[in-house]
């Protein structure tokens, strides 16, 4: 099993940055692939990107390249998600996910977080 907690959602105005981060503890084999999901009241979640514990790949989706930065301290376990140019559709609660492989991560990860709240006004 693998447990993954997120921490630093918050409140920011727009255009302003927040970071979160992710750690992830147990059987972090099964976390090739760690990323972040968002969902806002009323939408359907969505993906937003995912890097490759071992070489560093990153996907981000369109909605968030360029503003969002990906990156992990594989030594740590622990995954963060810089967010800047922040607008208020950014608002949301984000999830840290993982998977052993890409496609599971692309489909539905396999390890979920309890989410943090991201509030842009």
């Known amino acids: 099993q693998v447990q993954l907690v997120e921490s630093g959602g918050g409140s920011v105005q727009a255009g302003g940055s927040l970071s979160l981060s992710c750690a992830a503890s147990?059987?972090?084999?099964?976390?090739?692939?760690m990323g972040w999901f968002r969902q806002a009241p009323g939408k359907e979640r969505e993906r937003l990107t995912h890097i490759h514990i071992g070489s560093s790949n990153t996907w981000y989706a369109e909605s968030v390249r360029g503003r969002f930065t990906i990156s992990r301290d594989s030594g740590r376990n622990i995954v963060y998600l810089q967010m800047n140019s922040l607008k208020p559709e950014d608002g949301a609660m984000y999830y840290c996910?993982?998977?052993?492989?890409?496609?599971?991560?692309?489909?539905?990860?396999?390890?979920w977080g309890q989410g943090t709240q991201v509030t842009v006004s």
């Open positions: 996910t993982a998977d052993p492989s890409v496609m599971g991560w692309l489909t539905h990860p396999k390890y």
């Open positions: 147990g059987d972090t084999r099964s976390t090739d692939y």
